[in-house]
């Protein structure tokens, strides 16, 4: 047995399928070459045969290797077949008024059409999520509370709850208290709110593009207007145009998906969030951060907020549970750094507090529920689906298709040929009983009329093979 010179501060099973991983990406393995048994790699690598039954199974589960029945583990996977990223369509640097309500409508009623396979929905599959353990936390909640949960809760939010969101903060290397955190009904509301504190109608806001379309929604719904930043899918906002944006024009607030954009998947580096933050507070503009989609990472580590990189309270940090644990409990929350009491006070206004019952089932959940497990078992279900998508997309979509390449979250950012609408597309689709997002509304201003967004929060299934080979076909016959 030959003796392992690894690093010993990581895993040791990690090291070891890290490089057989590289060997897989340089072709060095290529698909359906058989790999060493569990004992060769044992004796190979210096290692217990258990630390190499670890290391299959790490990439199995990231989808990169299969085991065969009797016949050992194969490669099923190989990054070079990758396709080209989708290009990054730069907006005018205008500010402008937005009008996105009715297209958004337009395809908004049949985005969670039961029957249908869908593609659309950007949230895990309800049976990734903890159902039984949060239906127990519920019950937990309605027997322990003296009023069975009927009374109003503070705006704020339930105290226990706020503790549970301040905890969780850790995974970011943040230090919140409890007393920072204002309790919301989602991410969505909780942007809404920071928007609605730092904002009066007609100011502008610099948003990235693409961009989730509610917050579109939101700065429209306010009377504002948007200087859109273009946002690429390897590294997300071009600080360079929000720098000259912000030259330009008097920008309020900036609103960003720093960790795992929807649609384009991306994770900024922690070099460039502590720039982002530099450049805000520089220019003494609020920066609304959205972290919705922070805890689904795919690498090693939970990327860093950019509150992290906040020293004088202009960060205004949004999340939620709905990504991750239980979308329909609408809990979400803001840490609003210097605008606490403008926030606090627009929670008040707004709806009093968000529903006491589902804060104390959350904030039970959280404490008893183990939570970080649930987390670390949805994280490698999302991987692994993200991988199998990707290959059944390359397999059945015209070769010049450009996809994102996620490192977390929920979605892929697809570029078809330039001949498809994808607005017909997603009619033809939906004659099938195939909902799809058209990339069009992402924007407020750029068309992306042949680009698509594409969720996989579904486990991969033969409904899911014949969505995507149905959706090929309908992309095909439109060239
Ligand atoms: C970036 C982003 N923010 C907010 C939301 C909505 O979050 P919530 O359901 O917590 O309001 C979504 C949902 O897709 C999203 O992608």
Same mark, same amino acid.
């Given at each position: 047995?030959?003796?392992?010179?690894?690093?010993?501060?990581?895993?040791?099973?990690?090291?070891?399928?890290? #490089?057989?991983? /590289?060997?897989?990406?340089?072709?060095?393995?290529?698909?359906?070459?058989?790999?060493? =048994?569990?004992?060769?790699?044992?004796?190979?690598?210096?290692?217990?045969? #258990?630390?190499?039954?670890?290391?299959?199974?790490?990439?199995?589960?990231?989808?990169?290797?299969?085991?065969?029945?009797?016949?050992?583990?194969?490669?099923?996977?190989?990054?070079?077949?990758?396709?080209?990223?989708?290009?990054?369509?730069?907006?005018?640097?205008?500010?402008?008024?937005?009008?996105?309500?009715?297209?958004?409508?337009?395809?908004?009623?049949?985005?969670?059409?039961?029957?249908? +396979?869908?593609?659309?929905?950007?949230?895990?599959?309800?049976?990734?999520?903890?159902?039984?353990?949060?239906?127990? =936390?519920?019950?937990?909640?309605?027997?322990?509370?003296?009023?069975?949960?009927?009374? !109003?809760?503070?705006?704020?939010?339930?105290?226990?709850?706020?503790?549970?969101?301040?905890?969780?903060?850790?995974?970011?290397?943040?230090?919140?208290?409890?007393? %920072?955190?204002? @309790?919301?009904?989602?991410?969505?509301?909780?942007?809404?709110?920071?928007?609605?504190? @730092?904002?009066?109608?007609?100011?502008?806001?610099?948003?990235?593009?693409?961009? !989730?379309?509610?917050?579109?929604?939101?700065?429209?719904?306010?009377?504002?207007?948007?200087?859109?930043?273009?946002?690429?899918?390897?590294?997300?906002?071009?600080?360079?145009?929000?720098?000259?944006?912000?030259?330009? $024009?008097?920008?309020?607030?900036?609103?960003?998906?720093?960790?795992?954009?929807?649609?384009?998947?991306?994770?900024?580096?922690?070099?460039?969030?502590?720039?982002?933050?530099?450049?805000?507070?520089?220019?003494?503009?609020?920066?609304?951060?959205?972290?919705?989609?922070?805890?689904?990472?795919?690498?090693?580590?939970?990327?860093?907020?950019?509150?992290?990189?906040?020293?004088?309270?202009?960060?205004?940090?949004?999340?939620?549970?709905?990504?991750?644990?239980?979308?329909?409990?609408?809990?979400?929350?803001?840490?609003?750094?210097?605008?606490? %009491?403008?926030?606090?006070? @627009?929670?008040?206004?707004?709806?009093?507090?968000?529903?006491? &019952?589902?804060?104390?089932?959350?904030?039970? $959940?959280?404490?008893?529920?183990?939570?970080?497990?649930?987390?670390?078992?949805?994280?490698?279900?999302?991987?692994?689906?993200?991988?199998? !998508?990707?290959?059944?997309?390359?397999?059945?979509?015209?070769?010049?298709?450009?996809?994102?390449?996620?490192?977390? #979250?929920?979605?892929?950012?697809?570029?078809?040929?330039?001949?498809?609408?994808?607005?017909?597309?997603?009619?033809?689709?939906?004659?099938?009983?195939?909902?799809?997002?058209?990339?069009? +509304?992402?924007?407020?201003?750029?068309?992306?009329?042949?680009?698509?967004? &594409?969720?996989?929060? /579904?486990?991969? =299934?033969?409904?899911?093979?014949?969505?995507?080979?149905?959706?090929?076909? &309908? +992309?095909?016959?439109?060239?």
């Amino acid at each position: 047995m030959k003796k392992n010179n690894f690093n010993s501060d990581d895993h040791l099973y990690l090291q070891v399928a890290d #490089g057989l991983e /590289k060997m897989i990406a340089g072709e060095v393995l290529r698909i359906g070459d058989k790999l060493p =048994s569990v004992r060769m790699l044992s004796d190979e690598y210096g290692i217990s045969m #258990g630390t190499a039954f670890q290391a299959y199974y790490h990439l199995e589960g990231r989808g990169l290797i299969e085991s065969r029945p009797k016949s050992g583990y194969y490669v099923r996977f190989n990054h070079q077949r990758f396709p080209q990223l989708p290009d990054q369509v730069k907006p005018e640097a205008i500010s402008h008024e937005v009008s996105v309500k009715d297209m958004i409508t337009s395809i908004y009623g049949d985005i969670a059409a039961k029957d249908t +396979i869908n593609f659309a929905i950007g949230a895990p599959d309800a049976s990734l999520l903890p159902t039984a353990k949060i239906n127990k =936390s519920v019950i937990h909640a309605l027997r322990n509370t003296k009023d069975g949960c009927t009374g !109003y809760e503070q705006t704020q939010g339930n105290l226990e709850l706020r503790q549970q969101i301040a905890k969780l903060s850790f995974n970011w290397g943040g230090k919140v208290k409890p007393d %920072e955190v204002i @309790v919301t009904s989602g991410s969505l509301e909780a942007v809404m709110m920071c928007l609605k504190a @730092v904002t009066n109608h007609g100011d502008t806001v610099a948003v990235e593009c693409p961009t !989730y379309f509610g917050i579109y929604q939101s700065i429209e719904s306010l009377g504002l207007k948007v200087v859109e930043i273009p946002a690429d899918a390897v590294n997300g906002l071009d600080l360079d145009a929000l720098e000259k944006a912000i030259k330009k $024009y008097p920008v309020k607030a900036c609103v960003v998906v720093p960790n795992f954009n929807n649609p384009l998947g991306t994770c900024m580096s922690d070099e460039r969030k502590k720039k982002l933050v530099d450049i805000i507070t520089k220019n003494n503009i609020s920066l609304i951060e959205d972290d919705i989609y922070g805890e689904l990472y795919f690498g090693k580590m939970r990327p860093k907020t950019c509150k992290y990189f906040d020293t004088k309270g202009m960060v205004m940090h949004c999340s939620s549970l709905s990504k991750s644990l239980a979308p329909g409990y609408r809990i979400g929350w803001t840490i609003p750094g210097k605008y606490f %009491e403008q926030v606090k006070q @627009v929670k008040r206004i707004q709806n009093i507090c968000s529903p006491s &019952l589902t804060q104390a089932a959350m904030a039970h $959940y959280l404490k008893n529920g183990r939570y970080e497990y649930h987390l670390k078992n949805l994280r490698k279900a999302l991987h692994t689906q993200s991988l199998r !998508y990707m290959q059944g997309i390359i397999q059945y979509f015209p070769a010049d298709t450009k996809i994102s390449r996620p490192a977390g #979250g929920l979605t892929f950012w697809i570029e078809l040929n330039s001949k498809v609408d994808s607005f017909k597309l997603r009619t033809e689709a939906m004659k099938h009983k195939i909902s799809i997002v058209p990339g069009k +509304i992402f924007s407020a201003s750029i068309d992306y009329t042949n680009y698509i967004r &594409l969720s996989f929060g /579904k486990p991969w =299934s033969d409904d899911a093979d014949y969505g995507l080979m149905m959706l090929g076909k &309908l +992309i095909k016959k439109m060239l």
